[in-house]
């Protein structure tokens, strides 16, 4: 796979950087802002999503690790004793938490991501989702230890350089896992995966990998009536618009399609296919620049009495690593971080939390969280991260 560093931050620096200084989005400001959502995350509550899912502390972590906070620093110290000490029991929990130790260091902590991915595969449902999930023994038994290696250094404000990984680590799927699941948790596995798979972790190609592909594959939901008309994607490519859902009987919307672009983009790369030449990708970022909002979640969810602001930050997290991951600063022709930072700047409280995403569903904690994952563009594009010289 070429390398695409760089690609996407030079094209948004040429194209964007001047715009956004005309209307105040110069980096100062944006940093200022994300310094106040971490003073907001440091004495926030951590609650829990609903009966599945217990608290927030690998969101948390993961935000404040991307946000640039030392690993030193005594909330970042608390959060990671929590969840290292938390067995492992949900998939939300379980991808974010391989996320935040491949952050923090992908060597120091293989085998707790290893434990991790073990996990993940053992929860995989058999038509290719993952679902809340359930404790798997093999996960248990793996070892969770850590291991020594050359330790991970910040070389920017929430950016560590990777250290190299020393050795490569398969698993296997050892247990079946339920029927079915939904698209939510299957996207948060995805990431989960790319993490692993980050770390060393081998993962099961024709097991797991191909079926999870297949699932986004088959669940695209096609376009209906004028929606059939094709739409720019890039640079003289045009696809129709297809997008996915939360159940595939219910209509597409914006939450679900931006996370399986990512989710299929990962596993093209993980693969070894080129994303840019898919066509499942492709109708997905069609589907996202026909319907293009950062103030809405378009479709909308069919959850919380359809409101169109439902999940909206929810949202933004997964069009910020829709735009990552396929490694694009526009969407059709929306410069996505442009408008959402735009409009995050304007939308943060005094208080330095963000809440706009519909009181039935979400709370400030997660708002903030989603809001400066996206202000940091945390999502990192798809390619090997490069390691630190000997």
Sequence with gaps: MRDRVGIWGVALLALGAGRAAAQGLDQKRIDEAIDKGVAYLKTAESPPWDAHIPNSDELILLTLLHAGVPETDAKVQDLLSRVLAAPLERTYKVALLAMCLEELDRVKYQPKIKQCAQFLVDNQCQNGQWSYGQPSPAADGTPTGSQRGPVASVVGPGRRE?????????????????????????????????????????????????????????????????????????????????????????????????????????????????????????????????????????????????????????????????????????????????????????????????????????????????????????????????????
């Design 162 to 390: 990777k250290p190299k990984v020393v050795s490569r680590v398969p698993v296997q799927k050892r247990i079946v896992g339920p029927a079915t699941g939904d698209n939510s948790n299957a996207q948060y596995a995805a990431l989960g995966l790319r993490a692993c798979h980050d770390a060393g972790i081998v993962l099961p190609k024709d097991t797991v990998i191909r079926p999870a592909k297949r699932w986004w594959t088959t669940s695209q939901l096609g376009a209906q009536g004028g929606d059939k008309a094709a739409v720019a994607t890039g640079p003289g490519m045009t696809a129709e618009p297809r997008g996915w859902s939360y159940h595939v009987e219910d209509p597409a919307y914006s939450s679900m399609t931006a996370g399986a672009v990512g989710a299929v983009c990962i596993y093209d790369h993980i693969l070894g296919e080129d994303w840019k030449k898919d066509k499942v990708v492709a109708g997905g970022m069609a589907w996202l620049a026909k319907n293009f909002s950062v103030t809405e979640n378009v479709g909308p969810c069919q959850t919380g009495g359809r409101e169109p602001k439902e999940f909206l930050y929810y949202y933004l997290y997964a069009l910020e690593r829709a735009g990552m991951l396929y490694d694009t600063a526009f969407i059709g022709r929306n410069d996505w971080y442009f408008e959402g930072a735009r409009v995050l700047l304007a939308a943060q409280k005094p208080d330095g939390s963000w809440a706009e995403s519909g009181p039935a569903t979400m709370r400030p904690t997660w708002d903030t969280c989603f809001a400066i994952l996206f202000l940091k563009r945390a999502t990192r594009p798809l390619v090997v991260s490069v390691d630190r010289p000997k």
